[in-house]
């Protein structure tokens, strides 16, 4: 059974910095691009970014791009997603999911595991 | 960026009603189209992938259809464990964009 668990949940000022950690099993870590997705409250989905299998291809939103950075240990089965500089507008669910293939963008990808999401707040 | 727009927003109906779901994209996406659900408080899932095909566990009264710019999920008659938000999501380039979400509630 595929098992997404994230963690890092906290409350953090804004310009601090935050890293989110997601523990993966039941399924060969090493072979699977993974993403974070975001949700503010009571808000929709946004993407965040996302990391091929290897590691060695990285995207991010606009929104994130040079304040975010996504990494994976897969000798850990864990992805990460580092935030600095964080902003109010941060404020979210933070969920990683798998993606289906392996590269880190491919055109008919979709997200088929989501971890159950871990809570960021910015605020002062 | 490609702007995904869903159609309605709300949506009430009964057990049983045939539910559609519309999903326009700001450019042709081919069939480079997901929808998942997500119920209050929990993760998202996947339901339907490029368009049209059935993520493996998820009942046959969903369907999704359409290509281009225009798509649809279509739940065929539905359950009570139907109630809950749905998006969709391109995948045709980066960034991956979604849909503002179709809440969909008990008449």
């Known amino acids: 059974e595929v098992q997404l668990v994230e963690s890092g949940e906290g409350l953090v000022q804004p310009g601090g910095s935050l890293r989110l950690s997601c523990a993966a099993s039941?399924?060969?870590?090493?072979?699977?691009?993974m993403t974070w997705v975001r949700q503010a409250p009571g808000k929709g989905l946004e993407w965040v970014s996302a990391i091929s299998n290897s590691g060695g291809t990285t995207y991010y939103a606009d929104s994130v791009k040079g304040r975010f950075t996504i990494s994976r240990d897969n000798s850990k089965n864990t992805l990460y997603l580092q935030m600095n500089s964080l902003r109010a507008e941060d404020t979210a669910i933070y969920y990683c999911?798998?993606?289906?293939?392996?590269?880190?963008?491919?055109?008919?990808?979709?997200?088929?595991?989501w971890g159950q999401g871990t809570l960021v707040t910015v605020s002062s | 960026d490609i702007q995904m727009t869903q159609s309605p927003s709300s949506l009430s109906a009964s057990v049983g009603d045939r539910v559609t779901i519309t999903c326009r994209a700001s450019q042709s996406i081919s069939t480079y189209l997901n929808w998942y659900q997500q119920k209050t408080g929990t993760a998202p899932k996947l339901l339907i992938y490029t368009a049209s095909s059935l993520q493996s566990g998820v009942p046959s009264r969903f369907s999704g259809s359409g290509s281009g710019t225009d798509f649809t999920l279509t739940i065929s008659s539905l359950q009570p464990e139907d109630f809950a938000t749905y998006y969709c999501q391109q995948s045709y380039n980066t960034p991956y964009t979604f849909g503002q979400g179709t809440k969909l509630e008990i008449k």
């Open positions: 039941g399924f060969t870590f090493s072979s699977y691009a």
């Open positions: 999911a798998k993606k289906s293939l392996n590269y880190g963008y491919m055109k008919g990808d979709y997200f088929d595991y």
